[in-house]
């Protein structure tokens, strides 16, 4: 694919307008136009511009293949890119970056198995010391940030066993956790969608956008923290809660059925669902309403 095709067709996956992409690198819109028509180039400075806001390298830009992102394009077939043995109990730290959709769950096994439909999107690193492990995804060069957004999917399988803690970090549409038994479980990113199941576990969610979650069973502590942001807990099974509620100028809204599982908080509760920040609201609802 020649410059003019690449540049042009990253400046529309970025919602950018020629104006625009002019604003950011500092030239004339008439000079993008150019570009992306084919009757002039970039010298080594732009080339330097452009790469640093479509997030690809300079190479890429001269000689790359962009890969498409329309949704007939993306593969829908897990194929396994990582399969590691734990010999014990361990923290987990998964820094996965952008992607479609993420779900982390528990293995039949003792091993830490990640599955993709783009392993030519993204490369898997693991790291492992003394008390943990560090799960790292990296874009393959020349893979923007929206291109994994938009076509990347990833399955993540933790060991069987107990873990005593885990950190994951995300930018991604749905952010699905499962199955999981740990002393604690750190959520922390952007994400639109999580699905909470059958995670024995104290669950912290730090997002600041809005966000809809679904618990399909509660099992511990469920900690939502937001600055400034309207979410929605939707509860799939008929377990108590205690509500608590923490920070500045944050509200709590149940439904009339949210409301008949919900008891006064004591600290003892074995389910308890927290809201934490500055001016958010959290509603709370049942599955269906």
């Not at 069987?160 to 999981?180: C, R, W």
């Amino acid at each position: 694919m020649k410059l003019e095709e690449i540049v042009k067709t990253l400046r529309k996956e970025a919602n950018l307008s020629q104006e625009e992409l002019a604003d950011k690198i500092g030239v004339s819109r008439q000079a993008i136009t150019k570009w992306e028509t084919g009757a002039g180039l970039p010298d080594v400075w732009n080339l330097k511009a452009l790469a640093d806001v479509f997030n690809v390298t300079v190479d890429f830009l001269l000689d790359g293949e962009i890969i498409p992102t329309d949704a007939e394009a993306v593969p829908t077939k897990k194929n396994i890119v990582l399969c590691y043995d734990v010999a014990s109990v361990k923290d987990f730290d998964i820094e996965v970056g952008s992607c479609r959709n993420l779900s982390v769950k528990r293995s039949q096994n003792e091993r830490v198995e990640v599955f993709t439909n783009a392993e030519q999107l993204v490369k898997v690193k693991i790291d492992e010391n003394k008390s943990g492990i560090d799960v790292d995804f990296v874009s393959a060069d020349g893979v923007s940030d929206m291109q994994r957004k938009s076509m990347v999917d990833i399955e993540i399988f933790l060991p069987k066993s107990d873990i005593h803690s885990l950190e994951i970090s995300t930018i991604a549409d749905k952010l699905s956790v499962a199955g999981l038994t740990a002393e604690s479980i750190e959520l922390g990113g952007k994400f639109h969608a999580v699905e909470l199941d059958a995670n024995s576990a104290h669950v912290e969610i730090d997002c600041p956008i809005d966000m809809d979650i679904d618990v399909l069973s509660l099992n511990g502590r469920l900690d939502v923290n937001q600055w400034k942001a309207t979410s929605t807990v939707r509860l799939h099974s008929q377990q108590e809660f205690a509500l608590s509620k923490h920070g500045i100028k944050n509200s709590i809204t149940l439904s009339e059925k949210a409301k008949k599982l919900a008891v006064d908080y004591t600290g003892q509760e074995p389910n308890v669902i927290s809201q934490n920040g500055y001016r958010s609201e959290l509603s709370i609802k049942m599955s269906g309403e």
